[in-house]
């Protein structure tokens, strides 16, 4: 079946450490997204692909990092410098942005705790 | 200025009566509307969508959703709920700011009680 996989589905880190959240999708999707989800706050765009090898900032993106080496997958760093890491981490992909599909396919999550 | 605004943050409903969730959107942004439902400590899944066409859109598990142009809305319903309804539910619209995004609403969270 194809999907998106985040693992790992909860991660405990001490404050100050980076940390690296996998994402990875099977769906053969051009653009993927990460979203970051607080209590009452919705969904805030971290950071996003349309291409491999580009990405660009969302409206969060201070104290995180991506890369897109590959179409399938898209990691997210989130560094020292982001001040409160807490929180639920979503993946997401979409088929070819422009195209007229615009449906999101979102993985499962991973939930973050800094101690 | 919010594209998109769900104007209530909670609804409680009994089992069987009807609900409806309201999703106001900003006449700035383009009007590809979704519905999300998202349960607890999962992703978000797509309930309907609305592109062009018919007004009336219908979606999964019985929900459907009416695009108002002049009022701006996009309010989802469902004229029977049940238990498994219980989840949190969220508007998106489409915008294209030099890259597209989905930009969510901050959700309603339906309790659906017995």
């Known amino acids: 079946d194809g999907g998106i996989t985040q693992s790992p589905k909860y991660l405990f880190r001490k404050e100050g450490q980076n940390v690296t959240l996998s994402c990875e999708q099977n769906?053969?999707?051009?653009?993927m997204y990460w979203y970051r989800q607080d209590p009452g706050q919705g969904l805030r765009l971290i950071y996003y692909?349309?291409?491999?090898?580009?990405?660009q900032k969302g409206d969060i993106a201070e104290g995180y990092s991506v890369s897109r080496e590959k179409k399938e997958s898209f990691p997210l760093t989130v560094t020292s410098a982001q001040k409160n890491p807490t929180a639920f981490y979503l993946c997401?992909?979409?088929?070819?942005?422009?195209?007229?599909?615009?449906?999101?396919?979102f993985g499962p999550g991973t939930r973050l705790t800094v101690l | 200025a919010q594209s998109v605004t769900q104007l209530d943050s909670q609804v409680p409903v009994f089992e069987e009566a009807p609900v409806e969730l309201r999703c106001n959107y900003s006449?700035?942004?383009?009007?590809?509307l979704f519905w999300y439902v998202q349960y607890p400590n999962q992703g978000l899944q797509l309930l309907l969508k609305?592109?062009?066409?018919?007004?009336l859109v219908k979606g999964i598990n019985g929900f459907e959703a009416e695009f108002n142009k002049s009022q701006t809305s996009f309010h989802l319903r469902k004229p029977s709920v049940h238990i498994s309804d219980t989840a949190e539910y969220f508007c998106?619209?489409?915008?294209?700011?030099?890259?597209?995004?989905?930009?969510f609403g901050a959700g309603t969270r339906l309790f659906v009680k017995a």
């Open positions: 769906l053969n999707h051009d653009a």
């Open positions: 006449s700035s942004v383009s009007v590809y």
């Open positions: 609305y592109l062009s066409g018919s007004t």
């Open positions: 692909s349309q291409i491999v090898n580009d990405f």
């Open positions: 997401a992909s979409l088929e070819k942005p422009g195209q007229g599909r615009w449906e999101q396919f």
């Open positions: 998106a619209v489409i915008k294209n700011t030099g890259g597209f995004k989905t930009i």
